[in-house]
C-alpha cells in the first residue's frame, strides 16, 4: 500500500515562504517521478512542479517558476517544494502524487494528473494579503 503524506502547510503572510513535504512509503520511492498539484477553493486541481526519480530533472507551472523550488531526497523517501515570495493568489490545499510509470522522464505530460496514480491528503497553505 502506497501512502503519501505531506505537511508543511499553514498561514503566511504574501512574500512570506514556507517548505511543503511528502514523506512516501509503500514503494521504491526513488524509482518514480513525483508532482505537486493544488486545488483553490472553487477551482480545478492544477499542475504546480514536477521532479524526475532522480531528481535532474524538473517542470513548473509558470507562475511559480523563479518563486518555488521542488526537490527531493530519495535517502529520505521524501520530496519538498520550497515556496518564496508566495502570494494570496497562492491559497490552496497542495497535494503531492507520485507517477504510475517508473523511471518516466520530466515533461509537459507531468502536468496531466492522469500519469499520477497515488495522491497524498493534502495540506493547507493560507497566504494573507
Known amino acids: 500500500q502506497v501512502q503519501l503524506v505531506e505537511s508543511g502547510g499553514g498561514l503566511v503572510q504574501s512574500g512570506g515562504s514556507l517548505r511543503l513535504s511528502c514523506a512516501a512509503s509503500?514503494?521504491?520511492?526513488?524509482?518514480?517521478?513525483m508532482g505537486w498539484f493544488r486545488q483553490a477553493p472553487g477551482k480545478e486541481r492544477e499542475f504546480v512542479a514536477a521532479?524526475?526519480?532522480?531528481?535532474?530533472?524538473?517542470y513548473y507551472l509558470d507562475s511559480v517558476k523563479g518563486r518555488w523550488t521542488i526537490s527531493r531526497d530519495n535517502a529520505k523517501n521524501t520530496v519538498y517544494l520550497q515556496m518564496n515570495s508566495l502570494k494570496p493568489e497562492d491559497t490552496a490545499v497542495y497535494y503531492c502524487?507520485?507517477?504510475?510509470?517508473?523511471?518516466?522522464?520530466?515533461?509537459?505530460?507531468?502536468?496531466?494528473?492522469?500519469?499520477?496514480?497515488?495522491w497524498g491528503q493534502g495540506t493547507q497553505v493560507t497566504v494573507s494579503s
Open positions: 521532479i524526475s526519480w532522480s531528481g535532474a530533472g524538473t
Open positions: 502524487a507520485t507517477d504510475s510509470r517508473p523511471g518516466r522522464t520530466i515533461s509537459r505530460l507531468s502536468r496531466d494528473q492522469t500519469i499520477y496514480n497515488y
Open positions: 509503500g514503494r521504491t520511492f526513488s524509482n518514480y517521478a
